[in-house]
């Protein structure tokens, strides 16, 4: 699976960004998606998940009611809606696919899959 992000960019704080996620090399439908994101200096963390259905969501609680994850299969893609956003938003995003256990995790090692990141600066 190659996953590659985008949508990343500069943004004062309150205002809003798009993120997606472009997968190939095997059905997409097949596979719950998650979005996690990395400061400097930190360790990467959780901010949501959608299985592979788009049935069911996960969230962060830091990031709950701002932030949106969503699925098309048919275009082989996963977005992340971004509102409100903070300060403490600003990290590099990155999305990953969960091959194995095909749920909403929280866990890192839990995904197969990752893209290269994409870069979220909220300026204040």
């Known amino acids: 699976v190659q996953l590659q992000a985008s949508g990343g960019g500069l943004v004062q704080a309150g205002g809003s960004l798009r993120l997606s996620c472009a997968a190939s090399?095997?059905?997409?439908?097949?596979?719950?998606m998650g979005w996690f994101r990395q400061a400097p200096g930190k360790e990467r963390e959780f901010v949501a998940a959608v299985s592979w259905s788009g049935g069911r969501t996960n969230y962060a609680d830091s990031v709950k009611g701002r932030f949106t994850i969503s699925r098309a299969n048919t275009k082989n893609t996963v977005s992340l809606q971004m509102n409100s956003l903070k300060p403490e938003d600003t990290a590099v995003y990155y999305c990953?696919?969960?091959?194995?256990?095909?749920?909403?995790?929280?866990?890192?090692?839990?995904?197969?899959?990752w893209g290269q990141g994409t870069q979220v600066t909220v300026s204040s």
């Open positions: 990953a696919a969960d091959i194995r256990y095909g749920g909403t995790s929280k866990i890192p090692r839990e995904y197969d899959y």
């Open positions: 090399g095997r059905t997409f439908s097949s596979y719950a």
